[in-house]
């Protein structure tokens, strides 16, 4: 069985001690590979070595005119190939060598899958940030092949689609330029274009993937995914679900109350007041508390980075919505584990338990407070 495959590379950087490695990799036997490398930056500079393995028959090279961003650098790229296969890969990991033949055993293996998960190893953190995002869980994607069978998306830096599942769906441009929630959006509905069939994991096709900026701190990135993630809901609302107000949607509607009482009753406003201060206090202690059931590392610093890693990506999902006037998004959740479970308010964790453990107390002695003055 002759395997088609088109290794689909979006790039800003065009690091030369990633990429030859990637575009250097042994095409096994009776397989047809293609690497579209696309760079997203028209001020590049081309390393010689690179520009030599450009030949336009086994490596194809574009060069956007302008930055377009991560979707439409990916669609473009996937438009470039006709393979009955596509590799999705990131331009700063590094592959194993014989990364292709597990893929392309795999497809022999099993033919009718719509796409594979692939495996993403991150180096054990070192500074606190680092910790900070492993125990927040926002990168347990990169290692979903390892702890389940099938699942509903997987990441784009090393992962597998059968063009012919695909068919006409693309990456959404609506997403924020630079990367967060495209993903998830376009494996979604790929998935519901084939009867909800969950990609199959293959956590023997394993990737090395550094950490960012050499560990730095950057806030930026989940601001920009609370962005992203606040369109999921919107476009797929079979997915979508309501809880109660998260830390940052809290304050602000106590804000609200808090203008209505100035011209309502401006009596009040204290107890608004040491409400807000407390849902504060309230965060520390139940991202604490979660934070230490994660075994994350006991650093005050890194419950720090917890803390704003939480309420920064809270803060990015609240502008998009608002920012869009989509206020009924306030309170909106997205079920990325692909089910459609609609029950309101079902989810609990230690974190949430802990809240409305706490929130109620609050109110209780805020009352006594109001009352007693």
């Not at 690091?15 to 760079?39: G, N």
């Not at 900070?132 to 597998?160: L, P, Q, Y």
């Not at 939480?310 to 306030?330: D, H, K, P, T």
Request: charged fraction near 20%.
């Amino acid at each position: 069985m002759s395997v088609q495959i088109d290794v689909v590379i979006p790039s800003f950087r065009l690091e030369e001690h990633y990429l030859l490695p990637i575009l250097s990799l042994k095409t096994p036997a009776d397989t047809q590979i293609r690497f579209f490398l696309v760079a997203d930056n028209p001020a590049v500079v081309l390393s010689p070595v690179i520009r030599q393995l450009v030949d336009d028959q086994r490596v194809f090279l574009s060069i956007n005119p302008q930055n377009m961003g991560a979707a439409r650098t990916r669609n473009k790229a996937m438009e470039m190939g006709s393979g009955e296969w596509i590799l999705f890969l990131d331009d700063d990991i590094t592959v194993p060598v014989n990364l292709l033949e597990i893929y392309a055993e795999a497809i022999r293996r099993f033919p009718d899958e719509i796409g594979f998960i692939g495996l993403v190893n991150m180096p054990p953190p070192v500074k606190s940030f680092s910790h900070a995002i492993v125990a927040s869980g926002s990168m347990d994607i990169f290692k979903i092949a390892k702890d389940r069978k099938a699942f509903a998306w997987g990441a784009t830096a090393n992962m597998m689609i059968s063009r012919r599942a695909m068919g006409d769906v693309r990456f959404s441009e609506i997403f924020p330029k630079a990367g967060g929630g495209e993903d998830v959006d376009f494996f979604m509905n790929m998935r519901e274009r084939n009867g909800y069939k969950d990609f199959k994991s293959l956590p023997e096709a394993a990737v090395e993937h550094p950490w960012w900026n050499n560990e730095a701190s950057n806030f930026k990135r989940p601001f920009r995914y609370g962005i992203g993630n606040s369109l999921l809901p919107q476009r797929n609302p079979r997915y979508a679900y309501h809880d109660f107000p998260n830390t940052i949607e809290t304050v602000f509607l106590a804000l609200l109350a808090g203008i209505v009482a100035a011209f309502v009753k401006p009596s009040l406003l204290p107890a608004i007041g040491l409400f807000i201060a407390g849902a504060a206090v309230i965060e520390v202690i139940a991202g604490a508390v979660q934070s230490a059931k994660r075994k994350a590392k006991p650093s005050a610093e890194v419950y720090f980075y917890l803390l704003l890693l939480r309420l920064i990506q809270e803060a990015g999902m609240f502008w998009g919505n608002v920012s869009r006037f989509r206020f009924q998004g306030i309170t909106e959740r997205f079920n990325y584990n692909g089910s459609f479970r609609k029950t309101h308010f079902y989810r609990t964790n230690t974190y949430k338990l802990v809240k409305w453990v706490l929130y109620p107390l609050l109110v209780i002695w805020i009352w006594r407070c109001y009352t007693s003055a």
